[in-house]
């Protein structure tokens, strides 16, 4: 079936390194993509988003690359520090339509 | 401070026994959403509501029931009909029909004694 999932369940980054999270998308029809980060115990956050007329976003050292050619999210995290240690999501919502589908995950740990 | 109120934080229960989770919202948004996490898993819907007095199964709705008898309001109740309730639960709203993100609670830890 259709769904939302990431490339790798885990990544080890050196602190001060960048990060790249991958995620690949199976459903055409979706036109809005958001990463979430969760902290242990915690709800997700929001970090950034992207709408499919675009293919790449900046944030505060974020970056959302979308490649609707190969059905792919990325979420780059430029000098990855300590406090970026959590699981993140990429979800994905089809226009129109309230629900948001989600993928497994990739838990970042990052190495001081 | 504007947000999503989940409570508790941590639930404990019986088998048999049917619990509400508790979803509260300030942020005056039409749309309300349930989602259950299991260790290592992405988030799955459980239920969500587009405006007061309606709701519509998610994907995985069996076992579960829910109320929206005011917007500001969604509160969960895990029945004794839910086999495996044991489950990290998450309330969620947004503003509009898709395309803006979703703001969660802080979570609820439902553990089945």
């Known amino acids: 079936g259709e769904s939302v999932g990431l490339h790798l369940p885990t990544l080890s980054v050196q602190e001060g390194d960048n990060s790249i999270i991958n995620c690949a998308y199976s459903n055409s029809a979706s036109d809005y993509f958001i990463w979430y980060k969760q902290e242990s115990g915690k709800g997700p956050q929001f970090i950034i988003d992207i709408r499919s007329n675009m293919d790449k976003r900046q944030g505060q050292r974020v970056t959302v690359l979308l490649n609707k050619t190969v059905k792919h999210l990325s979420l780059q995290i430029a000098a990855t520090q300590p406090g970026d240690s959590a699981v993140y999501f990429c979800a994905e919502n089809i226009a129109n339509d309230y629900k948001l589908s989600f993928g497994a995950g990739t838990t970042v740990t990052v190495r001081a | 401070d504007g947000g999503i109120t989940q409570s508790p934080k941590y639930l404990f229960r019986k088998e048999g026994q049917n619990v509400t989770l508790s979803c509260e919202q300030n942020?005056?948004?039409?749309?309300m959403y349930w989602y259950r996490q299991d260790p290592g898993q992405g988030l799955r819907l459980i239920y969500y509501s587009q405006i007061v007095n309606d709701f519509q199964k998610g994907d995985i709705a069996e076992g579960y029931s829910v109320s929206r008898e005011k917007k500001e309001s969604f509160p969960l109740t895990v029945t004794s009909a839910q086999k495996n309730p044991t489950a990290f639960y998450l309330c969620?709203?947004?503003?509009?029909?898709?395309?803006?993100?979703?703001?969660f609670g802080q979570g609820t830890r439902l553990t089945v004694v």
């Open positions: 969620a709203s947004s503003t509009d029909r898709g395309g803006t993100e979703a703001f």
């Open positions: 942020l005056n948004h039409d749309a």
